[in-house]
């Protein structure tokens, strides 16, 4: 036999014979190990099974819910879940709907402190405010509109701002109103909110035909009321 065959046997025996030894004196924290990882990814999976399950769940319970109780059912059930945060919401706008006026406010408020980072919060502080204008409390219910039409969330605040100068163009606040549709138009000129715009702005033109071009420059200040204009004749 060939030297060189002789010494590459006998690495090849060494390195068996090696790895033999190292797989006896550690085989059992190995096998340990390997099950560990087994259960963690059995674990991990059975999870994510888990989680898109109660995710379909909460959605089907969403669609079937049709009243306030029903979807305070769902909203308790999935807290945490976007069925369970939009059940909420339609919880809210159903006991409005029933004259429940305070608890629809009530949970409007709750939901928006409670998920301020939700994309629904803008719409339940909007919300809020048309309940709160409703009862009469105008001050806070314009301060609500104005908090929604300075946020930072172009949906909100294209909402904030367009129920803003309704509310302005009810209280006869014209100058105001049309400053607030003015900077809709101009920052969010393609949105729906302000093309709906529009029918404010000719229900100003009606009301007040000989309005200055620049009364934008004299509007009220945003969180203020200022005192209601006397119609032309």
Known sequence: MPASDSTDERVFTDEALGFELFWQKNKAAILLALVAAGVTILAGVGWLIHRHSTRLASEAALMAATSAEEFRAVAERYKGLPAGRTARMLMAA????????????????SFAEQYPEDPLAGPARIAQATLVLADGQE??????????????????????????????????DYAAARSSLQLLTTSYGTSPAAELSRGLFQQIAAIEPQAAPAASDSASPALQIAPAASPSP
């Open 94 to 109: 159903q006991l409005a709907a029933a004259g429940d006026r305070s608890a629809a406010i009530a949970q409007y408020r």
């Open 139 to 172: 001050q806070l219910g314009l301060d609500l509109l104005n908090a929604a039409s300075s946020s930072p969330n172009p949906f909100t605040a294209q909402l904030g701002l367009f129920f803003k100068a309704r509310e302005l163009v009810g209280s006869g």
